[in-house]
T-cell receptor, first 114, second 108 residues
Framework: DGGITQSPKYLFRKEGQNVTLSCEQNLNHDAMYWYRQDPGQGLRLIYYSQIVNDFQKGDIAEGYSVSREKKESFPLTVTSAQKNPTAFYLC?????????????FGDGTRLSIL | KQEVTQIPAALSVPEGENLVLNCSFTDSAIYNLQWFRQDPGKGLTSLLLIQSSQREQTSGRLNASLDKSSGRSTLYIAASQPGDSATYLCAVSNDMRFGAGTRLTVKP
């Protein structure tokens, strides 16, 4: 079955530590996205990528970094510069970017501070 | 900057009732509007996508309408069931702005 796999499901970060969240898709989609969701709020866009080796900042990119070396993979690194990283992180993909295409989501990674 | 609002924030109804969820947005220049369902601790499942040129979309007991001129969309759920209990979010594109969602509880 095609889909989006996020791992791990739960992740804990120590002070000063960088952590990386994995997102893999086998839908052959060009575009991939990372969102952050805080309790009682909607999703906010962190980064998106329209094609391999290209990515753009979203609304809340500070303290995060991404790479897109393969079409199937779009890992997100939460750096120590992100002072409030506790949240639910969702990865999504779509056939193309720029609107007009439905997005498909993974099951998320919940990140907490130790 | 596009802002998306969903009212009410929470809704509780008895099983079998028909209900309407609301989504409003401030900029009518959108490509499409998408409704999602989110179960606790899970990702989002796409329910319906309405292109900007369309007025409504239907899937089973769900019907979504779009009125760009007034900046509004509604999600109509017919004959609600306990399994419909979830949070429902709308998102408008160009740039995938999400509302905060409506948490729906359907009581048996």
């Amino acid at each position: 079955d095609g889909g989006i796999t996020q791992s791990p499901k739960y992740l804990f970060r120590k002070e000063g530590q960088n952590v990386t969240l994995s997102c893999e898709q086998n839908l052959n989609h060009d575009a991939m996205y990372w969102y952050r969701q805080d309790p009682g709020q909607g999703l906010r866009l962190i980064y998106y990528s329209q094609i391999v080796n290209d990515f753009q900042k979203g609304d809340i990119a500070e303290g995060y970094s991404v790479s897109r070396e393969k079409k199937e993979s779009f890992p997100l690194t939460v750096t120590s510069a992100q002072k409030n990283p506790t949240a639910f992180y969702l990865c999504a993909s779509s056939i193309g970017a720029g609107g007009g295409q439905p997005q498909h989501f993974g099951d998320g990674t919940r990140l907490s501070i130790l | 900057k596009q802002e998306v609002t969903q009212i009410p924030a929470a809704l509780s109804v008895p099983e079998g009732e028909n209900l309407v969820l609301n989504c409003s947005f401030t900029d009518s220049a959108i490509y499409n509007l998408q409704w999602f369902r989110q179960d606790p601790g899970k990702g989002l499942t796409s329910l319906l996508l309405i292109q900007s040129s369309q007025r409504e979309q239907t899937s089973g007991r769900l019907n979504a309408s779009l009125d760009k001129s007034s900046g509004r969309s509604t999600l109509y759920i017919a004959a609600s069931q306990p399994g419909d209990s979830a949070t429902y979010l709308c998102a408008v594109s160009n740039d995938m702005r999400f509302g905060a969602g409506t948490r729906l509880t359907v009581k048996p």
